[in-house]
Every structure is written in structure tokens, then in C-alpha cells.
């Protein structure tokens, strides 16, 4: 099982404890995954994600066997179409954006075009709906959550497109998932990092009802615990317990 949602670097509002690629790799062993797909913490908070890119790159170097970087696109910054390509060729799995922090709206073409054109190339586009709750959020935090109107306009860019969206909880994926057509859905897969398991169930209730094949598993390590969706998955209903996670 492939961690879709990892990080390394610090990050700009509180102390996060070894955020650092050998104890992303530790964290796997431990917990038997295979990989992950790694984003630049802080590249989100830089007006050029470039610098950040070419760190996350030298980072995960010695590790590449089991850690993928997957960079993060500006599509609003000059260079992004020759950044985009840099990605592809470097064997990125996939790549990231930030438009809540870059002040793109949910309806900026530019984003629009950035989503197919990492389609056309195989490479998903990896989307945040929030690094922390709002209620914890450093008063310099100004960048709200993603929307769910962003999510469905990307969906509905083209047929190419493939998005995966992290951190999201279950009144979002419903209110995405019921607003888009069949072949649309089919563009969308979540990670579980921030659904509930038990009481709520919320994991249980989305797998029965939009599908578990439309989840992969993330964690948003180091900024939340890899064993809290782990454990969510064991702790699932016996009439769900055999359903497969999706892939991307």
C-alpha cells in the first residue's frame, strides 16, 4: 500500500518533529507500507515553488526506491508548462498545487489547463483541502480550505484530468461526489486521512455508499499520524472490512 499524502520540510506555524525523509522511511517499515508520495511542506507558502522543488528532489535522492517526489505546479508563476515537463521527466508520480494559497479562485482557468495538461501527460494533480483544522490555525494562517466548487470545476476540466484530494472529510466528498456526473466521479479519488472511523463510522458509510474504490490511503504525515487512518481501515464493519482501496 502506496502513502499518497506525506511531506518533508518544516512547517511555517508550529514545530513538527522530524520532518525529514530516513524517518518517513522508518515510519514504513514500521507500519508495512510499501511507499510514498512525497510533497515539499513548505513549497506551499513560497510565491516559486521552484527552489523548494529542487530540495524536495535532493531530499529524497537516497531514498527513491520507496519515496516519490511529487512536486508542487504553479500555473499562475512564469516557467510552470517547462517546470511541469522538468516533473514528468524527473519520474514524478503525480504533482501538487496550492490555489487556496496562491489566491486562484475555484473557477481560474489556469488551474483549469495545469490539471489536464499533467492528465495528458499521466501525471494527477494532488489537492489539499487543509493542512490543520481552522480552530488550531496560527492567526498568520490566512488561506482557508479548499472548496468543493474548486474540486468540481477541475473535475469537469476534461477528460484527462485525474485528481487526488487529500484531507478531506466525508460532508465534502459528498457534497463533490453527488455534484459531478458518473464519468466525472471517475476523475476523483480521496485519501482517508481525515475521514472518521468509529462512532461516527464516516469511513464505513462512504465506502457503501460512493464507493471504496474511490479512496487511496494518505496520511499527511508529519502533520498528522500514519496509524489514525491504519486504524480506521481495521476498525471497519465486517460488510465492508473486504472492500479494496482504489489506486491512482
Same mark, same amino acid.
Given at each position: 500500500?502506496?502513502?499518497?499524502?506525506?511531506?518533508?520540510?518544516?512547517?511555517p506555524f508550529r514545530y513538527v518533529p522530524h520532518p525529514t525523509p530516513d524517518a518517513l522511511v522508518r515510519v514504513l517499515d514500521r507500519e508495512q507500507l510499501e511507499g510514498a508520495w512525497v510533497g515539499h511542506l513548505p513549497s506551499?507558502?513560497?510565491?516559486?515553488?521552484?527552489?523548494?522543488?529542487?530540495?524536495?528532489?535532493?531530499?529524497?535522492?537516497?531514498?527513491?526506491?520507496?519515496?516519490?517526489?511529487?512536486?508542487?505546479?504553479?500555473? /499562475?508563476?512564469?516557467?510552470?508548462?517547462?517546470?511541469?515537463?522538468?516533473?514528468?521527466?524527473?519520474?514524478?508520480?503525480?504533482?501538487?498545487?496550492?490555489?487556496?494559497?496562491?489566491?486562484?479562485?475555484?473557477? /481560474? #482557468?489556469?488551474?483549469?489547463?495545469?490539471a489536464i495538461a499533467a492528465g495528458e501527460l499521466g501525471m494527477p494533480l494532488v489537492l489539499t483541502v487543509r493542512f490543520e483544522d481552522l480552530r488550531q490555525r496560527h492567526s498568520l494562517d490566512v488561506a482557508g480550505d479548499l472548496?468543493?466548487?474548486?474540486?468540481?470545476?477541475?473535475?469537469?476540466?476534461?477528460?484527462?484530468?485525474?485528481?487526488?484530494?487529500?484531507?478531506?472529510?466525508?460532508?465534502?466528498?459528498?457534497?463533490?461526489?453527488?455534484?459531478?456526473?458518473?464519468?466525472? #466521479?471517475?476523475?476523483?479519488?480521496?485519501?482517508?486521512?481525515?475521514?472518521?472511523?468509529?462512532?461516527?463510522?464516516?469511513?464505513?458509510?462512504?465506502?457503501?455508499?460512493?464507493?471504496?474504490?474511490?479512496?487511496?490511503?494518505?496520511? #499527511?504525515?508529519?502533520?498528522?499520524?500514519? #496509524?489514525?487512518?491504519?486504524?480506521?481501515?481495521?476498525?471497519?464493519?465486517?460488510?465492508?472490512?473486504?472492500?479494496?482501496?482504489?489506486?491512482?
Amino acid at each position: 500500500m502506496i502513502d499518497v499524502s506525506t511531506f518533508v520540510g518544516p512547517y511555517p506555524f508550529r514545530y513538527v518533529p522530524h520532518p525529514t525523509p530516513d524517518a518517513l522511511v522508518r515510519v514504513l517499515d514500521r507500519e508495512q507500507l510499501e511507499g510514498a508520495w512525497v510533497g515539499h511542506l513548505p513549497s506551499a507558502f513560497y510565491r516559486d515553488p521552484a527552489p523548494g522543488n529542487a530540495e524536495l528532489f535532493g531530499m529524497l535522492r537516497p531514498f527513491s526506491a520507496r519515496l516519490k517526489a511529487v512536486p508542487t505546479i504553479r500555473p /499562475d508563476w512564469p516557467g510552470c508548462e517547462a517546470a511541469l515537463r522538468e516533473a514528468k521527466s524527473a519520474g514524478a508520480p503525480a504533482i501538487r498545487a496550492y490555489p487556496v494559497h496562491w489566491g486562484l479562485g475555484p473557477h /481560474d #482557468q489556469r488551474m483549469r489547463e495545469l490539471a489536464i495538461a499533467a492528465g495528458e501527460l499521466g501525471m494527477p494533480l494532488v489537492l489539499t483541502v487543509r493542512f490543520e483544522d481552522l480552530r488550531q490555525r496560527h492567526s498568520l494562517d490566512v488561506a482557508g480550505d479548499l472548496s468543493a466548487a474548486a474540486i468540481r470545476s477541475l473535475a469537469r476540466a476534461g477528460d484527462s484530468v485525474r485528481l487526488v484530494v487529500t484531507s478531506a472529510g466525508r460532508e465534502m466528498i459528498e457534497e463533490v461526489h453527488w455534484g459531478l456526473t458518473p464519468a466525472e #466521479q471517475r476523475r476523483v479519488v480521496w485519501d482517508i486521512a481525515w475521514i472518521w472511523g468509529p462512532p461516527e463510522d464516516h469511513l464505513a458509510k462512504l465506502f457503501r455508499t460512493v464507493g471504496g474504490e474511490r479512496f487511496v490511503f494518505g496520511s #499527511q504525515w508529519p502533520l498528522r499520524l500514519v #496509524q489514525a487512518p491504519l486504524a480506521n481501515l481495521d476498525l471497519l464493519p465486517d460488510d465492508v472490512r473486504r472492500v479494496s482501496l482504489g489506486r491512482v
